[in-house]
């Protein structure tokens, strides 16, 4: 088992080794904040690594986002493309350490994939305990097995409905019709709703 602790992922950012980080938001979530309507809903991006769906979302007039990565590289990111982003909304903490605060929406892009599978259970009830009745966690889940032992660690379809199904209720699973060219046909779209 690996350690992927803070030091792990100050690594990963200091070193530029985020494979991961596509530079923009990737187009599943920006179609679904596409139809959001309501501006005041309170939304939380955890393990957000550059959080691309920040930007997104402040521009589209959303400002009770909070942002949370257990490294403080990736939140400096933020803060330096978006100067006026709250400060206090920009919080370096383990995600499983984050406690009292409810949300309406909880976006979930790669983060889920960079846990040991060991905290997939502790995942699913942490989510369940931060949304408010009817709050929805979203997102993108991948949609296949990797053999590298390090993030990413994939999964099916089957697995997460087994995984969240006892936590929440599952809305929409569902292979991406949209994804970047290199995640097609391995990505499922997913609304799952407290």
Known sequence: MMNL??????????????????????????AYIDQLTDKEIKILIPGAGNGYEVDYLYD??????????????PLQNIKTRIPTFPDGQLVQMDFFDLESPRFDLIL?????CSLEPSHRK??????????????KLVGLLFDRTFKNGSPPF?????????????YLSIKVLEPAYNSIKPRKGNELFFIFEK
Do not use: C
């Open 5 to 30: 602790n803070k030091a792990y992922w100050d690594k990963k950012y200091t070193h530029d080794k985020t494979v991961w980080d596509i530079g923009y938001i990737s187009p599943p979530l920006r």
């Open 60 to 73: 589209k007039g959303f400002t009770n986002i909070h942002v949370i990565d257990i490294s403080a590289k």
């Open 108 to 112: 979930e892009q790669t983060f889920f």
């Open 122 to 135: 502790a995942y699913a009830m942490k989510m369940h305990g931060l949304l408010n009745e009817k709050g």
């Open 154 to 166: 994939g999964g099916n379809e089957g697995e997460y409905r087994s995984l969240f199904t006892p």
